[in-house]
């Protein structure tokens, strides 16, 4: 799976909105760009994917560039529920396995 | 509540022993994983499987074994080839590994294991 490249660390105000940026410069046409997050002690979950159109759910908002190299994660209103890890992950649905590859993630910190 | 149960939440083995980590889940998914994390880092995959009775290394299978026997049940043991297997070990299941969409994967609480 081609590789992405996120902030280590990145921090926000409650009730902010909050953009997380995933560069993934080598991104084929078959892989899909996921988002994961890991709140403290917790296991991963899923956030939202998408392949060329921005995407919206109840939890976020993906913005993907028009060139597929890039992408952003929008939190809307940030609360303290939402402080984690977030992953961007690429992944090529021809990957018999759907195997996911995790990066180090940006550490999300929400301050009061 | 459908969902992936993961027991225990805490392990603790002395060097040398081998011990099971549990999987379970009634989500009738047919894919299961196994990731490893450690301090700081992001998930390795250990092992998958994509269906009853099958299963496949993945980056760092050295020192483990799993089966699946069953549907809903993915144990993992750690064996005493494993140099360091203090970790995080997390459990996860998709609908199916291939052959469609392939959906997300849903992840179990995880079982923090520390050899003494």
């Known amino acids: 799976d081609a590789k992405t490249t996120q902030p280590n660390s990145m921090e926000s105000n409650e009730e902010e909105p909050v953009h997380l940026p995933c560069n993934h410069s080598?991104?084929?046409?078959?892989?899909?760009i996921h988002w994961y997050r890991q709140l403290p002690s917790q296991g991963p979950e899923y956030v939202i994917h998408?392949?060329?159109s921005n995407v919206n759910n109840r939890m976020a908002s993906l913005a993907i560039a028009e060139d597929r190299k890039s992408s952003t994660l929008i939190l809307h209103r940030a609360t303290l529920r939402d402080a984690a890890v977030y992953y961007c992950i690429l992944r090529d649905d021809n990957n018999a396995g759907n195997m996911l590859t995790f990066g180090g993630g940006t550490r999300l910190m929400v301050k009061p | 509540d459908g969902g992936i149960t993961q027991s225990p939440k805490y392990l603790f083995r002395k060097e040398g022993q081998n011990v099971t980590l549990s999987c379970e889940q009634n989500?009738?998914?047919?894919?299961m994983y196994w990731y490893r994390q450690d301090p700081g880092q992001g998930l390795r995959l250990i092992y998958y499987s994509q269906i009853v009775n099958d299963f496949q290394k993945g980056d760092i299978a050295e020192g483990y074994s799993v089966s699946r026997e069953k549907k809903e049940s993915f144990p993992l043991t750690v064996t005493s080839a494993q140099k360091n297997p203090t970790a995080f070990y997390l459990c996860?299941?998709?609908?199916?590994?291939?052959?469609?969409?392939?959906?997300?994967?849903?992840f179990g609480p995880g079982t923090r294991l520390t050899v003494l």
């Open positions: 989500l009738n998914h047919d894919a």
């Open positions: 998408g392949l060329t």
């Open positions: 996860a299941s998709s609908i199916r590994a291939s052959g469609g969409p392939l959906g997300e994967q849903f």
């Open positions: 080598t991104i084929s046409g078959t892989d899909y």
